[in-house]
């Protein structure tokens, strides 16, 4: 008891990102999972520790340059806090190498080769992935000097070879030299193999190759390295009265930012790391030797791989939704009640189909859309687009600032105003996050709103992997609360009280917190009181302490945070009621659902926004309340899976680790993903069998449907 | 083309703009089979008009421009509905009223938004308020029944109405708003705890005439409107204040709560207001001067409890831009009401008024075809014609001309203030001297409106003459048109000779206007 009471409330917040990833490093080390997805964890707990150090170690960084002293949660200074995140990211590496050897050394055996070197590749196989090099890769390389009057500043996480070139004269300098290899180069080289197929790492072949760049000289060695720039600098929208413009400026200052990571092949001379270190301006802490392939991220597509199925899971692809009918309009069937979609084990189509139909229903007068993270060719953008062609109302907030989306979301937003949208790029000072579109629709009765509200993206292709639950309703309070948004972003009017959402940053925090208070009340008045959270991560201070002083008060807090956690559990006399659970599997987490209990009538709500203080204070989000019965029992199912879950469950110990729920020997095994997906596989089918009853011709001026 | 015929089987959304003293306010709204009025979209922006107007009288250039770049921002609203600008009903309140640039704000808002903005006189604008009531579905429930006095603080002036049984008995503008108040209490120096006792005094004012404009003794209740007592309404309930269901019920609050949130709101600065609850600045600045107001008011009536209506001002402008033809009558029964009211407070003859008010109205329909006045002229001699005498509470000797300053004075609820002076001028040629150029009140009008003044004026003094004993003994009265003469029947009595000497006077302006001598002949 005393122990715990003078230990930290809170969990510093980079030490709980890694924990995370090491959960996610961990599903790659667990033998009971096919070699390719574990190769993919590998691969995915590489691509966050790239994000992490951009942003978040990058963020350190300046906080160390500023000289700011400003002490986080638990007390740490931004020094303390980078010392302590470098420890264990080092630590992290080693164990992502560890993990890359041994996954090569069985996959080999699968017939699947990562070679470390082209020496233990066949002559056959040699020739073959040189005349590919020639062929596709050799064109597109160009070497440059590494000093020079117009010195070269590489880009942030692109792969380049680092050349050593002989003095030409002796007692001469040794020179330097880059190749990158820009993002039209492939990563891996394919080839036959006896036994399955070989994948080379291009920069074996450049460095093989490298001498044709050099005629007649000495290439002394021929290394691969990547540097990571700081991507922690915000717009700074005072200087910026354009902000396309203020975009495109940033993603320029990205290139050119500080460079906080270097990693480089452990086989490179100390001399070559010294003259990239001194020309790229690197500490020499920053500098992270690996032994084996550069940018593990790379593995990604491998772990897709056509023709090694049994080194996969079968895919678990979407159903469609029991809930619509795909032969009818969307518009009636919304009318007729609201429709809770669970992505991606139900598939994403219904919320493309909105869009699409609103673009080609006469009745349609306006679309109204907010785009955070959208998908590459996108079907959204497309129907968006189409309907502003058709002379619809489009309005469209799209986010500029979504970060390390920014270029694309520039493009994209280019198109929707030549197609004569209305573009709005993004909220003054705040990121805007919530997940909403909404459609207005004249009927015989009168002016109809149609809604879509979202945990997740409109990105068709995240929408496959992330695990996350949507909308759709006509309910006017929501319907008028939607253009109210609207009217806001867009800046038509000041923020109006909603009627039925919250909305950060001005009420959605008030409301949470009121929420909390009142289970708390109820508890204190010895009523049963009962908070569920699933988010991806709890950060903010105030929202843990009014969870705390719930727990104190008896109330049962059920925490599923996917990522990070500061909040402390099972600590008597502060958190012994909280329990944490983090799910990694298939799916990412991503679906943030709230449920109160409210006395028995049961309040849930649906939101975009995690418990993090950016969430609540600096950016623009919602939080929606489940009102209609069905879909109500529906996310209520959903929520007690997830807690049920005895598979692929972390438990969040006080001491900061997590530990992997093991199912009992009494109850069966549970994996929340599985059960969830078996669920919409049987709904699905039920509704297949059930459906074909009569045979049904088209007329003509009949829709072509289904 | 199929479907454009499909789409015009509902009802066509209308859009009101209304600009405040500290907001320019877009409501777009359809009426629905069963539901009444339905609102589409709300935009709200905060302008810096009142502020403006208590420092300079003026509203300066920034504000004028901030003002298009709004309405630039609603017409992309308008134009989703498909409605055309030319079709809003936009209005601007009290404050821009007060401004010496008026005019040109509002041509400038016009020419830039195609939106036909006009200006409201504060007798109308309590008549919107009035007319919101008509925007609850079950209004007869509650509000339809006994006294209400309904309040309204604005930034530059405040309204105080009092409907009994749904009906406007008194209407009365004061030039006191949250603004001026704010800015008094700023260039005097004044502690935020005085704020109080610079409320005290209008609030006293008030509550005065109130109690002298309604029957000794009866019990009041206290309906406040306008935005910032709805927005401290749902700071003291959980719920906000709106919603379909909202719309219908009002917030009851203790004035002791009350109370108790003016004391916090007066002992927070401005910038603590706005951060925590995300107000906008100018909203802050006005909110402890309403809060104030409301409370003193409370006091003064000795109120345990008052209500907070969730309707607004915009609320009425749409119950009149959906529903225009039903409108007027209730409007006549409303000014018809209040001219009685003002009738009896200076002690009038109510029956004689009752008779000229009948002869006159009989006239006016029976020349219809000669004067080509309007329902809306029609009115205005009515309400001429019951207080046509009114001056005689001042004195008999020219109490014609005490008639017309007294009726000028008077707030007609949704009559304008020139359609107040129409009226003014049409009861004072109600004897004496026909209009003449020489007469400023007469001089001072624009030329159609001097028309209707003479054309009213000139039926007006025949009905008065036909009842010049004021004992009603002629009785009902027939009436003959021949080309060069009006022949008046009484049903009851022949007419004296007074009535025939008045009537040989009166008939002058009668005659000159509508080229026919008056003669009473016997009844049959």
């Known amino acids: 008891m005393k122990k715990s009471i003078l230990s930290p409330r809170f969990f510093n917040r980079e030490t709980s990102w890694l924990a995370f990833n090491q959960r996610v490093l961990d599903a790659g080390c667990d033998t009971h999972l096919p070699l390719l997805e574990r190769l993919k964890f590998l691969a995915i707990t590489a691509s966050n520790l790239d994000e992490f150090f951009m942003v978040r170690v990058g963020g350190l960084k300046l906080l160390v340059a500023g000289q700011i002293r400003r002490r986080d949660l638990t007390g740490l200074t931004p020094r303390q806090q980078l010392e302590q995140v470098t420890r264990r990211v080092r630590q992290m590496v080693a164990e992502q190498y560890t993990l890359y050897r041994t996954l090569v050394f069985e996959l080999a055996v699968k017939g699947f080769h990562l070679p470390e070197s082209l020496a233990g590749l066949s002559a056959e196989q040699q020739a073959w992935v040189a005349r590919d090099f020639d062929e596709h890769i050799f064109p597109l390389l160009s070497p440059v000097a590494l000093a020079g009057e117009r010195p070269y500043r590489p880009a942030g996480l692109l792969l380049h070879c680092a050349v050593r070139l002989a003095p030409t004269q002796e007692g001469g300098a040794h020179r330097f030299a880059l190749v990158p290899l820009g993002p039209l180069v492939p990563r891996f080289l394919r080839a036959p193999h006896p036994t399955g197929a070989v994948f080379v790492p291009v920069e074996q072949l450049v460095a093989q190759q490298i001498g044709r760049f050099f005629g007649g000289e000495q290439v002394l060695e021929c290394v691969p390295f990547r540097m990571t720039r700081n991507a922690d600098i915000e717009l700074r929208e005072d200087l910026s009265p354009d902000l396309l413009a203020g975009m495109q400026e940033l993603l320029e200052d990205r290139r050119e930012t500080a460079c906080i990571r270097l990693e480089i092949h452990r086989s490179a001379s100390r001399l070559l790391v010294n003259a990239l270190a001194s020309h790229l301006q690197v500490d020499l802490s920053d500098l992270y030797p690996v032994d084996g392939p550069i940018e593990l991220r790379a593995l990604l597509p491998l772990a897709q791989a056509e023709g090694f199925d049994a080194l996969r899971d079968a895919p678990w692809l979407p159903v469609p939704s029991p809930a619509v009918n795909i032969k009818e309009p969307l518009f009636p069937q919304i009318a007729e009640r609201d429709i809770l979609l669970l992505h991606p084990y139900e598939a994403f189509d219904p919320v493309i189909r909105f869009l699409e139909e609103a673009a080609d229903d006469p009745s349609v007068l306006a679309i109204k859309q907010v785009l955070y993270r959208t998908a590459r060719d996108s079907a959204i953008i497309e129907a968006l687009v189409r309907a502003a062609l058709a002379g619809k109302h489009v309005t469209v907030l799209i986010e500029l600032r979504a970060r390390f989306d920014e270029a694309r979301n520039i493009g994209q937003a280019r198109r929707l105003e030549q197609a004569g949208a209305q573009v709005v790029y993004g909220v003054r000072g705040l990121k805007t996050h919530a997940k909403i579109c909404l459609v207005v629709r004249r009927e015989r009765q009168g002016i109809v709103r149609y809604v879509h509200f979202g945990t997740g993206n409109y990105n068709e292709r995240t929408a496959l992997l992330y695990s996350d639950v949507g909308l759709f309703t006509c309910a006017p309070d929501f319907g008028a609360d939607a253009s109210d948004f609207f009217n806001a972003v867009t800046g038509a009017s000041e923020p109006q009280a909603l009627r039925r959402l919250a909305m950060a940053p001005f009420t959605l925090r008030t409301a949470l917190l009121r929420l909390i208070t009142d289970e708390t009340a109820r508890a204190a008045n010895r009523e049963k009181a009962q908070i569920i959270l699933k988010m991806n991560a709890l950060t903010d201070e105030t929202l843990i302490e009014a969870l705390y002083a719930a727990s104190r008060a008896g109330v049962r807090v059920r925490l599923n945070i996917r990522g990070t956690c500061c909040l402390r559990p099972g600590v008597n006399g502060l958190s012994e009621h909280i329990e944490v659970v983090s799910i990694i599997d298939r799916f990412l987490e991503h679906a943030r659902l709230f449920s109160f209990y409210n006395g028995g009538h049961e309040r849930l709500f649906i939101s975009s926004a995690d418990g993090m203080q950016r969430n609540l204070d600096k950016r623009v989000e919602l939080m929606v309340p489940i009102l209609c019965p069905v879909a109500r029992s529906r996310l209520q199912k959903i929520l007690k899976t997830y807690f049920k879950d005895t598979v692929q469950a972390h438990r969040l110990l006080p001491d900061g680790t997590y530990r992997r729920c093991r199912p009992s020997g009494k109850t069966p095994p549970c994996r929340s993903q599985r059960v969830l997906f078996d669920e919409a596989q049987t709904a699905s089918t039920r509704l297949t069998q059930t459906k074909p009853t009569r045979l049904e011709p088209y007329r003509r001026n009949q829709p072509l449907r289904g | ?524």
């Open chain 2, 1 to 524: 083309m199929k479907t454009k015929n499909k789409v015009r089987t509902v009802s066509k959304p209308v859009a009101v703009v209304d600009i405040g003293a500290t907001f320019l306010r877009l409501t777009i709204a359809e009426k629905r089979a069963g539901q009444g009025i339905c609102v589409l979209e709300r935009a709200e922006q905060s302008v810096a008009l009142g502020r403006n107007l208590v420092k300079s009288r003026r509203i300066d250039n920034a504000t004028i421009e901030q003002c298009v770049l709004i309405l630039r921002s609603f017409s992309k609203l308008l134009s989703e509905f498909a409605i055309p600008p030319e079709s809003v009903k936009a209005v601007a309140s009290a404050a821009v009223r007060l401004a010496e640039n008026s005019d040109a704000f509002l041509d400038r808002l016009s020419i830039a938004s195609r939106i036909p903005f006009r200006m409201l006189d504060p007798g109308q604008v309590g008549y919107y308020y009035h007319l919101a009531f008509r925007a609850i579905p079950d209004r007869k429930a509650v509000w339809e029944k006994g006294g209400v006095a309904v309040m309204e603080i604005g930034g530059l002036t405040s309204g105080l109405l009092y409907r009994r049984d749904g009906d406007i008995l008194f209407s009365q503008t004061y030039n006191v708003g949250s603004l001026r108040i704010r800015q008094q209490m700023e260039t005097s120096g004044l502690a935020p705890l005085q704020l109080d006792d610079m409320v005290e005094g209008w609030t006293r004012e008030m509550a005065l005439h109130l109690r002298q404009n309604i029957a000794k003794d009866e019990p009041v209740r206290l309906l406040l409107m306008g935005r910032e007592l709805r927005f401290a309404a749902a700071q003291l309930r959980s719920k906000p204040a709106t919603g379909p269901a909202a719309a219908s019920a009002v917030t009851t609050l203790s004035v002791a709560e009350l109370g108790r949130l003016a004391l916090h709101v007066k002992n927070s600065s401005v910038e603590e207001l706005t951060r925590s609850w995300q107000i906008s600045y100018p909203d802050a600045e006005i909110l402890g001067p309403t809060l104030c107001m409301a409370l003193s008011m409370a006091q003064t009536l000795s109120l345990k409890e008052v209500f907070v209506s969730h309707l607004s001002f915009s609320d009425g402008l749409l119950v009149e831009a959906v529903d225009d033809p039903a409108w007027t009558t209730t409007l006549m029964r409303h000014v018809v009401r209040i001219a009685r009211e003002t009738g009896e407070k200076y002690l009038y003859d109510a029956r004689h008024a009752a008779q000229v008010t009948d002869i006159a109205l009989a006239l006016f329909d029976l020349l219809r075809s000669e004067h080509d006045c309007t329902e809306r002229h029609r009115l205005l001699l009515e309400v001429a014609a019951i207080l046509h005498d009114i001056g005689v509470f001042v004195n008999a000797r020219g109490h014609h001309k005490h008639s017309l300053y007294l009726i000028r004075n008077t707030e007609f609820i949704g009559l304008s203030l020139a359609e107040t002076n129409l009226i003014a001028v049409v009861a004072r040629y109600h004897r004496k001297t026909m209009p003449q150029l020489s007469h400023i009140e007469y001089a001072g009008l624009p030329h159609e409106s001097r028309l209707i003044v003479s054309k009213l004026a000139a039926i007006l003094r025949v009905a008065d003459a036909l009842d010049r004993v004021h004992d009603q003994s002629l009785g009902r009265l027939r009436f003959e048109i021949e080309s060069d003469a009006l022949i008046c029947i009484p049903d009851r009595r022949v007419a004296s000779s007074a009535e025939q000497v008045a009537l040989g006077e009166k008939g002058d302006l009668f005659e000159l206007i509508y080229g026919r001598r008056c003669y009473v002949r016997s009844p049959r």
